[in-house]
């Protein structure tokens, strides 16, 4: 036979194949579009900087607690078509039975006409499904929990490609920049959510606290009254105003009764309360009326009565 023949029956007929093949099989696979789901998970971020902060009493719906960190996580849809009622579960693989999954908040990206949301959440775990994820689209989680840990994520629909994205060194600086963003914000978050919700209040030698006295105490220097109040019960009054005006060269001495600080309770014996701040210090003290303020507190005693 011929060698033209052979080319004839058999190597042309066999590229052909190939060609069909490639056409049918390989070609649409090449082109098909992707269902694709990123993650990334960043480390958490304490919201109280021990530092600055001693004898500090945490309280989130009763129970005590000594830290609240902040836990970042993006998702978004890096694939070609829209994913339709995706499930995503977030858990905190803790032994610690203590560990406490508080609260969630959640930025999109779009802002506006995102779509639903559905949040269940446990102690440990929080699980949303997505009603739809366009291309691009992206979700910020932030969680807050008592606890270092961090979380693993989880995600599964027919088709779907789950993936995690770990920054280079270029992308963990600009994180980092926008992690320290969001965690000045959260401050003001955390303030919003329990001045609304009552969950959480901070208890320092029997006096309340908030975020914005641990903000104030971080960007102030010297003696600062970051709160007070003169009264008795819910009959009080505020006078950290009067206090910070009495401060000279970062001490402050006064006698607490009604002639400075008005009469809130007519013929009932009074406190007054103070939280202040040394530097980046933070502490509390309570005195009767008619007993002397002077701080900074010495040591021999906090308080001396007027004879």
């Given at each position: 036979?011929?060698?033209?023949?052979?080319?004839?029956?058999?190597?042309?007929?066999?590229?052909?194949?190939?060609?069909?093949?490639f056409?049918q099989?390989?070609?649409?696979i090449?082109?098909?579009e992707?269902?694709?789901?990123?993650?990334?998970?960043?480390?958490?971020?304490?919201?109280?900087?021990?530092?600055?902060?001693?004898?500090?009493?945490?309280?989130?719906?009763?129970?005590?607690?000594?830290?609240?960190?902040?836990?970042?996580?993006?998702?978004?849809?890096?694939?070609?078509?829209p994913?339709?009622?995706?499930?995503?579960?977030?858990?905190?693989?803790?032994s610690?039975?203590?560990?406490v999954?508080?609260?969630?908040?959640?930025?999109?990206?779009?802002?506006?006409?995102?779509?639903?949301?559905?949040?269940?959440?446990?102690?440990n775990?929080?699980?949303?499904?997505?009603?739809?994820?366009?291309?691009?689209?992206?979700?910020?989680?932030?969680?807050?929990?008592?606890?270092?840990?961090?979380?693993?994520?989880?995600?599964k629909?027919?088709?779907?490609?789950l993936?995690e994205?770990?920054?280079?060194?270029?992308?963990?600086?600009?994180?980092?920049?926008?992690?320290?963003i969001?965690?000045?914000?959260?401050s003001?978050i955390?303030?919003?959510?329990?001045?609304?919700?009552?969950?959480?209040s901070?208890?320092?030698?029997?006096?309340?606290?908030?975020f914005?006295?641990?903000y104030?105490?971080?960007?102030?220097?010297?003696?600062?009254?970051?709160?007070?109040?003169?009264?008795?019960?819910?009959?009080?009054?505020?006078?950290?105003?009067?206090?910070?005006?009495?401060?000279?060269?970062?001490?402050?001495?006064?006698?607490?009764?009604?002639?400075?600080?008005?009469?809130?309770?007519?013929?009932?014996k009074?406190?007054?309360?103070?939280?202040?701040?040394?530097?980046?210090?933070?502490?509390?003290?309570?005195?009767?009326?008619?007993?002397?303020?002077?701080?900074?507190?010495?040591a021999?005693?906090?308080?001396?009565?007027?004879?």
């Open positions: 036979m011929k060698k033209n023949n052979i080319i004839a029956l058999f190597v042309i007929p066999l590229l052909m194949g190939l060609i069909i093949a056409f099989f390989i070609l649409p090449l082109t098909e992707k269902k694709e789901l990123t993650y990334s998970v960043s480390s958490p971020i304490s919201l109280i900087d021990d530092g600055i902060i001693t004898n500090l009493d945490i309280k989130i719906n009763g129970v005590n607690t000594q830290q609240i960190f902040s836990n970042q996580i993006v998702i978004e849809n890096t694939g070609q078509i994913l339709i009622n995706t499930p995503v579960s977030i858990i905190f693989q803790n610690d039975s203590s560990f999954l508080y609260n969630s908040v959640i930025e999109t990206f779009p802002k506006y006409e995102f779509g639903n949301i559905d949040i269940k959440k446990s102690k775990k929080i699980r949303l499904v997505v009603e739809l994820l366009n291309p691009d689209d992206r979700i910020l989680l932030s969680l807050l929990t008592n606890k270092n840990s961090i979380p693993t994520f989880y995600s629909i027919e088709g779907m490609v993936s994205h770990k920054p280079d060194k270029k992308d963990e600086s600009i994180l980092s920049i926008i992690l320290a969001v965690a000045s914000g959260l003001i955390l303030l919003a959510f329990s001045q609304s919700k009552g969950y959480i901070f208890d320092l030698n029997g006096v309340k606290i908030n914005d006295m641990l104030n105490a971080k960007s102030e220097s010297g003696l600062k009254i970051l709160f007070a109040t003169y009264g008795k019960g819910d009959k009080i009054k505020d006078v950290a105003l009067t206090l910070n005006k009495m401060i000279q060269e970062n001490q402050l001495r006064v006698i607490a009764n009604n002639k400075i600080f008005g009469d809130a309770v007519p013929n009932i009074k406190e007054l309360k103070v939280v202040y701040s040394i530097g980046k210090d933070i502490n509390t003290i309570r005195i009767k009326e008619d007993e002397i303020l002077e701080l900074p507190v010495k021999t005693s906090l308080s001396k009565k007027t004879k």
